[in-house]
C-alpha cells in the first residue's frame, strides 16, 4: 500500500507542477555557469561558433593562466578581506541589535525598529555622494574599511529583522530563568543565544559574504588604487585588457565566482535551517 501511496504522489498534478518549475528555474540558472565555464575552456573561435556546447579541444591552459597570475590572487585577497571584514562587523552589530529589540524592552523601540527597516527602502546607489564625503571626511578614502563599513550599514536592516525573528523564537523562559539565577543579558547573549543561533548567523554571514563579494558601485567610487581593487573592479580591468580574448574572460569569471559557489554548498544546510525557523509553529 506505501508503494501505492508513494506511486500516486509522484503523479499527482501539483507534485507535477512543482518538478516542471523547479527544472526550468535549475535550466535558467545553470545554463549560463555552465555556458561560462565551459566557454573558458575554449579557444576564441570555437567559442564563437559553439557559444554553449562542449568544447572540441579542452584548453586548460586559459585556467592555469590564470591561476599562476599574482593578479588574480591579488584581486581575491582584497576581496576576501573586504567580505570578511563586512560579515565580522555586520554580524556583531547586527546579533547585538536584533537581541535588543527581541528581548530589552525600552521605550522607543518600535519606532527605532521601524526606522532601521526604513532602510531597506533605500539602495545604495542613492547615497553614493553623501557617503563618499563622509568617509572622506573620515580619512577612509582608498581603504578596506571605506568600503566595507558603507556595506556594513546597508546590510544591517536586512540582517537584523532575520536575526530578531530567529532570537524571539528562542523560549522566554530561558531568559527568565537566566535573569533569576543571576546572569545578565550580556551572558545570556553570548552563553545561550549565540549557540543556539548558529543557523541563522550563516544564513546573514552567506549572505553578507555574497552581497560584498559581489559589490561593485561601493569599490568603484571608494578605491582609487589599483593595488586594492576587489575582483569586480579587477575584471573590469581584465576586460579592458584583453577586451576581445573572450575565451579568457568567460575563464577569469569562472575562477573568480567559484568561493561565492563553494561557500554556498557548505552552507546551504544551515543557509535552509536559519531561513525556515519559526516558519512552522508546533
Wanted: proline content about 5%; overall charge positive.
Amino acid at each position: 500500500m506505501s508503494d501505492v501511496g508513494t506511486t500516486r504522489a509522484l503523479f499527482d498534478p501539483a507534485v507535477l507542477f512543482k518538478a516542471a518549475f523547479l527544472g526550468i528555474v535549475a535550466i535558467f540558472v545553470l545554463v549560463p555557469l555552465l555556458a561560462t565555464l565551459l566557454g573558458g575552456f575554449k579557444s576564441l573561435g570555437e567559442l564563437r561558433v559553439n557559444p554553449f556546447g562542449l568544447p572540441q579541444h579542452w584548453e586548460w591552459q586559459n585556467y592555469a593562466d590564470i591561476l599562476f597570475s599574482g593578479r588574480y590572487w591579488q584581486l581575491l585577497r582584497n576581496s576576501l578581506i573586504i567580505s570578511t571584514l563586512t560579515v565580522t562587523l555586520t554580524l556583531i552589530t547586527a546579533s547585538m541589535a536584533a537581541f535588543t529589540f527581541a528581548h530589552v524592552r525600552f521605550y522607543g523601540s518600535s519606532m527605532l525598529l521601524s526606522y532601521l527597516t526604513i532602510g531597506l527602502l533605500f539602495p545604495a546607489a542613492t547615497a553614493v555622494l553623501p557617503l563618499f564625503i563622509r568617509v572622506r571626511d573620515l580619512g577612509l578614502l582608498d581603504t578596506y574599511f571605506g568600503v566595507a563599513l558603507p556595506q556594513v550599514a546597508f546590510s544591517l536592516a536586512m540582517s537584523v529583522l532575520l536575526l530578531r525573528r530567529f532570537f524571539k523564537d528562542i523560549p522566554y523562559e530561558l531568559l527568565e530563568a537566566a535573569l533569576v539565577d543571576g546572569c545578565s543579558y550580556i551572558k545570556f547573549f553570548r552563553y545561550v543565544t549565540l549557540p543556539l543561533s548558529r543557523p541563522i548567523l550563516a544564513t546573514v554571514g552567506t549572505i553578507t559574504f555574497v552581497n560584498s563579494w559581489n559589490a561593485y558601485l561601493l569599490p568603484l567610487v571608494m578605491l582609487n588604487t589599483d593595488a586594492l581593487y576587489p575582483w569586480p573592479l579587477g575584471i573590469m580591468v581584465y576586460q579592458g585588457e584583453y577586451s576581445s580574448e573572450w575565451h579568457l574572460i568567460l575563464a577569469f569569471i569562472t575562477l573568480t565566482i567559484l568561493p561565492t559557489i563553494i561557500l554556498f554548498l557548505l552552507a546551504q544546510k544551515h543557509i535552509v535551517a536559519g531561513l525556515t525557523a519559526g516558519a512552522v509553529k508546533g
